[in-house]
């Protein structure tokens, strides 16, 4: 069983910074895929980035402004999101899926960002 959990979240001004951590506990393989995702009041989630041994996939409105990386020792995925924009308003989650004898698919309970000034 794996658990994911999100640090990090909060109010930020625009223009501001903030790193999003998400610490996995039980048995993640290295090629399993990492990711944010956010969801937004009266939206649908959506993809932020992703992450697969080394290769990173980012939504168009995070290019140039996130950065996603991981830890694979410490079993952390980080975000880092700078310029922020009062649209990048959400619940941010972390997600991981990996397929062994059957596909996995794991959420965190979702951190908070709020870009407001």
């Known amino acids: 069983q794996v658990q994911l959990v999100e640090f990090g979240g909060g109010l930020v001004q625009p223009g501001g910074s903030l790193r999003l951590s998400c610490a996995a506990s039980?048995?993640?393989?290295?090629?399993?895929?990492m990711g944010w995702y956010r969801q937004a009041p009266g939206k649908q989630r959506e993809l932020v980035a992703t992450?697969?041994?080394?290769?990173?996939n980012y939504a168009d409105s995070a290019k140039g402004r996130f950065t996603i990386s991981r830890d694979n020792a410490k079993n952390t995925v980080y975000l880092q999101m700078n310029s922020l924009k009062p649209e990048d308003t959400a619940v941010y989650y972390c997600n991981t899926r990996f397929s062994t004898f059957k596909m996995y698919n794991y959420w965190g309970q979702g951190t908070q960002v709020t870009v407001s000034s």
């Open positions: 039980g048995s993640i393989p290295m090629l399993a895929t």
């Open positions: 992450i697969t041994s080394g290769s990173t």
